[in-house]
Structure formats: structure tokens, C-alpha cells
């Protein structure tokens, strides 16, 4: 038997961009996906766009009980930007009384509520305005997330600013998975560093609005593993870190952007404009916990024909293909639970064991109706093998010290994903997407055993 801390937390991610739904409704205005949508709807699988989803606005009451069915303490989810503050500047009513219903119920079926504020989902408005590039963003997410705080502390005690930063600047600025789906660097880094002061920013009002809540950020998690312990290539993986975790990992737990990485942008001609008062705001505003989502690990070689300033990051690292790898292959992602032991390791020596939990991992397996079983249940075996063993890497680094508190799978019931729409599958509970209707997994059900006896 693995038993796991004293009132760990056992739960679920989501966020209100993939599951709320009533997307052009309520006094809700467009984010980036709603534009994107409606002008690009080829980019989307199945052309299955962000209008409904999982239908959470309307289903969030059977959503509760169904957490609290299978067992869930705690459950992180988002608020959405463009429904609270359809102008940036302007309270909407319909939104407060949905999340106010909404994080209430949550409450009543014993499951805490995380709540994040940004998940990917840009407002228009804001974008009008130069989006993430225009410093003025700064100050506009300061002041949604003051709003935020003021509204809901009542009902909400842990908060976190943003999910994932990095992956809203790779993917918007370099990768063009997410609008505007641009290919610039050094943009990339001007809207990377926006985001920093950002979060910074939202946890400076954090402190100034409450002394009884904790406030966090969520980051991806890859673990760097170079091919060899060549110079060249222990290099590349540690140019690896300090772009893809330590950038904003660093500066949420320290206080500090590490000078490495602050030689590295000179040299390349990356660096961001900056004001003289911004070294303040990052010294001070530390998190008082760290969600970290964790699928794949990143394993790098040295690159062989580097650009020089650099073009992008792979002009510091390149993959390496793993010939022992083993692959989820509806996502094409390796499977490597070993890396969260690392990760708790990580955290409890390198960032004075500050608590962290586990805020995603999970295994997103397309066609999941072919696991079907008479009865109409998915038979997802393979998704609870997957939180096993991770699960089982994660108890060793808390036995051995590190200052975990809880896990949460992502996701609760199948959610929208982006461009992806509802191709690969993560819930717990699986969404029937002509009713609706939601219809518990094998992985629910054993969640609630996980739960009940604190570790299986």
C-alpha cells in the first residue's frame, strides 16, 4: 500500500475556456479562439469549435456530484477573462452569480475549488490593443485578477494566475498552434516577459486584497534529459532548462531570472524591453505554492547547424529521439513516469522545498468508444496503469522529503482541446458530445478508491 500525506489532494483539472461552453452568451465577449473560429475553422479537428464544449455553464451542478461520486476533494478550474470583465473594465453580473453558483456547489459536495485565472483564453479586446506585446496588459491582468480576488475570496482560499505561461508564448508567437500563430523570437520573449510582470503583478494585489488565501502559478514541467554527458550536449540540455523551466520557475519561487539565461537572450539579441521598477516586482510577490503539469519528458542533443543570433529555440537544442522510449501513440508522447520523481526532487532541492502539487498529468487516448464494454462504461485500463506508475514515482519523492500535497489528473470529464477540438479523450468522466451526457470511466471509479484510502 502506498499512503500518501494527510489531506492530500486528490482531484482534477480543467479550465473555462475547454468546458464552460456559452461562449457568445451571458454577457461573455470573444477570446482569441472565438475569433479564431470564426475565421480560420479549418484549423479546427472536426471543425469543433469553442461554443459548447462540455456545456459546464449549464451542467455544473451534476458536475459537483459526479466529483464528488468518484471521490474528488478538490478540483482547479478557471474563470474566464472576457466573461467577468466583457470590456476589461466593466463587472458583469451574469458571471459573478455563474461562479459564485458554481464554486458554491463545488463547496457544498466537499471539493475545494483551485481557481486559475488565465487558461490560454486572450480577450479580443485586449488583442485589439497589441494583446501580451503591449505592456499595458500588465496592468489590465492586474486589474481582472484584483477583481477576481475581491468577488470570490469568500468562497476560494487557493488561487493561481496563470496555467502553463509558456506554453501561450510558444504556442501564439512561435509554433502557431494558438492565434496569432506568429513565428518571431523576439516577440516571443517581449510576450513571455509581459506575462512574468503579469503574474507578478496579480500576486502583488493578491497580498494587498487578502492575508488568508494562498496564491500560485501553474507551469509545464518537461524534465531536460541530454542524449550524453558530452560537453556539447549537457550544454544544450541545461539551455533547454533555462528556456522551458527555469524561465518562469524561477523568478515564482526566487525571485529571479537566472543571469544564464539573461547572457543567453544578449547574445542572441533577444532581450525584451524592460523599466527600471520591474526588478522590484520580481524580486518581491513570491507564490506560496507551485502547480506543476507533467506529461513527457524533453530529451536533447547539441545542435548540429546552429543559427547565430538564433531564430528559435531549437537553435540551442534539438530532440533526441530515445530508442527505449515508450509512446503514447494517440498524442505521440513518451511515457516516462521515472520523471516525476525527478521533478519532486527538483522542487525540494533546488526551491527550498516550497509545496507544490502535482496540478496535471494524465493520457489522452483517441476512439476510447472502441474500450467500450457492454454495459456502456469505458474500459480506459490503460489510463489507470498510466496514473499508477506516476503516482508510484511521486510517493517515493515525497517519502524521500519532498513537499508534495496533491495530485490532479487532467481531466475531469472530456474537455475541448484547442485545435485538437475532442480528438484524444483524458476524463474521468466520459462527455457524449450529440447529449452531453456524462458517463463515469473504470479510471472514475478506481479515483474513488485512490481517494477513499489516501493511496492504493
Known amino acids: 500500500m502506498k499512503n500518501f500525506p494527510d489531506n492530500f489532494l486528490w482531484g482534477a483539472a480543467m479550465s473555462a475556456p475547454q468546458t464552460e461552453g456559452q461562449s457568445s452568451n451571458f454577457g461573455k465577449t470573444a477570446t482569441i479562439w472565438d475569433h479564431w473560429f470564426q475565421t480560420a475553422p479549418e484549423k479546427f479537428y472536426h471543425h469543433q469549435g469553442p461554443e459548447i464544449t462540455s456545456d459546464v455553464y449549464d451542467h455544473y451542478l451534476e458536475d459537483c456530484e459526479n466529483m464528488q461520486a468518484i471521490g474528488l476533494n478538490s478540483l482547479r478550474t478557471s474563470i ?88 501561450h508564448v510558444e504556442c501564439g508567437y512561435l509554433y502557431q498552434y ?38 500560485g502559478i501553474i507551469l509545464n514541467i518537461s524534465p531536460t534529459y541530454s542524449k550524453s554527458d558530452t560537453e556539447a550536449d549537457v550544454l544544450a540540455a541545461q539551455r533547454s532548462d533555462l528556456l522551458n523551466t527555469r524561465s518562469f520557475l524561477d523568478p515564482a519561487v526566487l525571485g529571479t531570472i537566472p543571469d544564464e539565461l539573461l547572457i543567453l537572450l544578449k547574445e542572441n539579441e533577444l532581450m525584451p524591453a524592460t523599466k527600471s521598477e520591474d526588478h522590484a516586482l520580481i524580486k518581491g510577490n513570491i507564490v506560496d505554492f507551485i502547480g506543476l503539469n507533467y506529461y513527457q519528458p524533453r530529451r536533447v542533443q547539441a545542435q548540429e547547424k546552429p543559427k547565430t543570433p538564433a531564430q528559435m529555440p531549437d537553435d540551442f537544442y534539438q530532440p533526441y529521439d530515445w530508442p527505449d522510449k515508450r509512446i503514447n501513440p494517440h498524442r505521440g508522447w513518451e511515457i516516462y513516469p521515472e520523471a516525476l520523481y525527478d521533478v519532486a526532487m527538483m522542487m525540494k532541492n533546488d526551491y527550498h522545498n516550497k509545496p507544490w502539487y502535482v496540478s496535471e498529468n494524465g493520457m489522452g487516448v483517441a476512439a476510447e468508444e472502441t474500450f467500450m464494454n457492454a454495459n456502456g462504461e469505458i474500459e480506459d485500463d490503460y489510463r489507470i496503469a498510466f496514473m499508477k506508475e506516476h503516482l508510484s514515482y511521486l510517493h517515493q519523492g515525497i517519502r524521500e522529503g519532498s513537499n508534495c500535497f496533491g495530485y490532479h489528473a487532467w481531466t475531469f470529464v472530456d474537455c475541448w482541446s484547442w485545435l485538437n477540438g475532442y480528438k484524444n479523450r483524458y476524463g474521468f468522466y466520459r462527455l457524449d458530445l450529440a447529449t452531453r451526457k456524462r458517463s463515469v470511466k473504470k479510471s472514475g471509479r478506481w479515483m474513488k478508491q485512490v481517494s477513499e484510502n489516501n493511496g492504493f
Do not use: C
Open 178 to 215: 494558438h492565434y496569432p500563430a506568429v513565428v518571431d523570437f523576439k516577440r516571443a520573449v517581449q510576450v513571455g516577459y509581459h506575462t512574468l510582470l503579469a503574474h507578478k503583478a496579480a500576486v502583488k494585489a493578491f497580498k494587498e486584497v487578502t492575508q488568508t488565501g494562498e496564491i
Open 80 to 167: 474566464s477573462w472576457a466573461r467577468l470583465l466583457p470590456d476589461g473594465k466593466t463587472v458583469n453580473p451574469e458571471a459573478v452569480a455563474f461562479y459564485r453558483r458554481y464554486f458554491s456547489a463545488m463547496r457544498d459536495h466537499g471539493v475545494e475549488p483551485i481557481i486559475n485565472l488565465f487558461h490560454f483564453d486572450t480577450p479580443m479586446w485586449l488583442m485589439a490593443r497589441g494583446g501580451w506585446e503591449n505592456r499595458e496588459s500588465i496592468d489590465a491582468f492586474a486589474f481582472y485578477a484584483r477583481t477576481a480576488f475581491e468577488l470570490f475570496d469568500d468562497l476560494v482560499n487557493k488561487w493561481t494566475t496563470f496555467n502553463e505561461p509558456l506554453v
